[in-house]
Antibody, heavy 125, light 110 residues
Framework: QLQLQESGPGLVKPSQTLSLTCSVS??????????WTWFRQPAGKGLEWIGRFFISESTTYNPSLKSRVTISIDTSRNQFSLRLSSVTAADTAIYFCAREGPDGRYPWQYYMDVWGKGTTVTVSS | QSVLAQSPSASGTPGQRVTISCSGD????????VNWYQHLPGTAPKLLIYSNTQRPSGVPERFSGSKSGTSASLAISGLQSEDEADYYC???????????FGGGTKLTVL
């Protein structure tokens, strides 16, 4: 059974770098059928896409965050990570990781089929 | 402000049918499939509907999805107390070249 679990510091100081890890069990992040993706949800607001990784393509980021975001993978640990630099209070949110897979009938259509429970990150001094 | 528009709240009594709508434009819903998620705080969002109308294994038949033009809907029939949750629509946006979501609809079962 596929499971994703986010981990990382719950408190980050302004101007510092937020670092989170998504540990994947039940599937390999090197499986060429899937994207591995980060989202976030500020309190009282909707979900925001941060970016995604695909083993055979370059990583894609939300243009509004692109200058500050890096998504990387550790195949030996079957994990992928998020780094967000120069954080401010506006980056306070619940951060989720998820797997994106193709619709078997229409392989050009993707959807997030499994998500982690999320981890809360607060940016404060 | 979310790219896709959803009513912030909806309600119904047990057994009723409730519909949650999601509105976008040609760069998102108009050209890409819509997915729906159920979310309870502190838990992982759960996929309810993918590719506009498809239910993953294990999702009850009383959840159904539809799409027309730049709008999509999630219908829940035979409403149950455990359906009380937040519901989000999601789709790919060609302008952003990324995923966009509705702001979420909080469903209350009266």
């Amino acid at each position: 059974q596929l499971q994703l679990q986010e981990s990382g510091p719950g408190l980050v100081k302004p101007s510092q770098t937020l670092s989170l890890t998504c540990s994947v069990s039940g599937a390999s992040i090197t499986d060429g059928r899937y994207f591995w993706t980060w989202f976030r949800q500020p309190a009282g607001k909707g979900l925001e896409w941060i970016g995604r990784f695909f083993i055979s393509e370059s990583t894609t980021y939300n243009p509004s965050l692109k200058s500050r975001v890096t998504i990387s993978i550790d195949t030996s640990r079957n994990q992928f990570s998020l780094r967000l630099s120069s954080v401010t209070a506006a980056d306070t949110a619940i951060y989720f990781c998820a797997r994106e897979g193709p619709d078997g009938r229409y392989p050009w259509q993707y959807y997030m089929d499994v998500w982690g429970k999320g981890t809360t990150v607060t940016v404060s001094s | 402000q979310s790219v896709l528009a959803q009513s912030p709240s909806a309600s119904g009594t047990p057994g009723q049918r409730v519909t949650i709508s999601c509105s976008g434009d040609r760069s998102n819903i108009g050209t890409h499939a819509v997915n729906w998620y159920q979310h309870l705080p502190g838990t992982a969002p759960k996929l309810l509907i993918y590719s506009n109308t498809q239910r993953p294994s294990g999702v009850p038949e009383r959840f159904s999805g539809s799409k027309s033009g730049t709008s999509a809907s999630l219908a829940i029939s035979g409403l149950q107390s455990e359906d009380e949750a937040d519901y989000y629509c999601a789709t790919w946006d060609a302008s952003l070249n990324g995923w966009v979501f509705g702001g979420g609809t909080k469903l209350t079962v009266l």
